[in-house]
């Protein structure tokens, strides 16, 4: 277990530290409540029953859709504003998609079910035992979406930054349903604006993603799985016929809309941002 882990943690309870009994759970110091500890991480809560667990993928800054990649061009333009000693908590952190981008910095990976790359499971929702003003920066990429309590999960996070800290936020706007069944919101950026005023954040960074072309992919393989594979006899074919068309004709516009691009919000044409990503800082 890493050490940074239990300076920060208390006993919900009382309020007393932890101590590492064997390796076996957590005991609290001054009123003998146990955590458990499994495989070297403390489960703070039980992970969800209905929980689809994620399978370990490749992944790097060239690999995955168009919105993960500009995760990573994200990722590495905000670390290079984050001292090298800050310590940062990769909240639904999952399968570590994003660890290669945070080699040789001070980590800590949290998420409701216990991934092998996982430090810590908890519900922040559930339980909060993170002393208040303990972390410099938290990363919260591709998961307020998964959370059905989304507001108290960030009020949480709030609640968890020194006065000065980010929380970096990825967030899908118009990406189809994934990780079903807990998949539960899409915020605006006006909503996610609204977070900000209600937690004492302020927003230093607000960002759109906009990529029409996989917009575009999205409603043609929307028509391919789903509609032409149903289809019987001369509809299949003649199905087929069109969608080829139309994806020759998606071909051809390729490189003249071009790649997917970041904006502000406000100054963006499209309503229809892929995602948002937001650097909150706490006042
Ligand atoms: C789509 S994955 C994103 C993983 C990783 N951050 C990335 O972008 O590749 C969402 C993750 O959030 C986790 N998650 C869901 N609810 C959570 C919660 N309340 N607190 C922390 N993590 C949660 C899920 O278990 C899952 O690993
Ligand atoms: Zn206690």
Not at 166 to 175: D, H, N, Q, S
Not at 214 to 229: D, K, M, S, T
Request: proline share 7%.
């Amino acid at each position: 277990m890493k050490s940074t882990l239990l300076e920060i943690v208390i006993c919900t309870d009382c309020g007393g530290n932890y101590q590492l009994d064997g390796n076996e759970r957590l005991v609290c110091a001054s009123c003998d409540r146990t955590i458990p500890v499994v495989g070297g991480t403390p489960l703070f809560t039980l992970p969800p029953e209905n929980i689809n667990p994620s399978e370990k993928q490749a992944r790097s800054p060239e690999m995955g859709t168009p919105w993960r990649q500009a995760n990573w061009r994200f990722l590495a333009r905000q670390l290079e504003e984050i001292s090298p000693d800050a310590l940062i908590l990769d909240v639904g952190a999952g399968r570590g998609d994003f660890f290669d981008g945070l080699r040789g910095r001070n980590t800590l990976a949290l998420d409701v079910y216990p991934y092998p790359e996982i430090d810590v499971v908890c519900d922040l929702t559930l339980t909060n035992p993170f002393k208040p003003g303990s972390v410099d920066v938290i990363l919260l990429l591709n998961v307020l979406e998964h959370v059905y309590d989304s507001k108290a999960l960030f009020g949480a996070l709030a609640r968890l930054l020194k006065p000065g800290g980010r929380l970096l936020v990825a967030i899908p706007f118009m990406v189809k349903m994934h990780q079903i069944p807990l998949d539960f919101v899409r915020y605006t950026h006006f909503a996610l604006e609204q977070l900000a005023a209600d937690h004492g954040l302020e927003i230093a960074v607000l960002e759109g993603f906009y990529d029409p072309m996989f917009f575009l992919g999205e409603g043609i393989r929307n028509i391919q799985w789903p509609i032409l594979r149903k289809m019987r006899g001369w509809r299949q074919y003649v199905g087929r016929a069109l969608l080829l068309g139309v994806r020759f004709l998606a071909h051809l516009m390729e490189p003249v809309i071009g790649p997917g691009h970041v904006r502000s919000p406000y100054e963006a044409i499209s309503l229809a941002p892929t995602g948002y990503q937001i650097v909150y800082r706490k006042k």
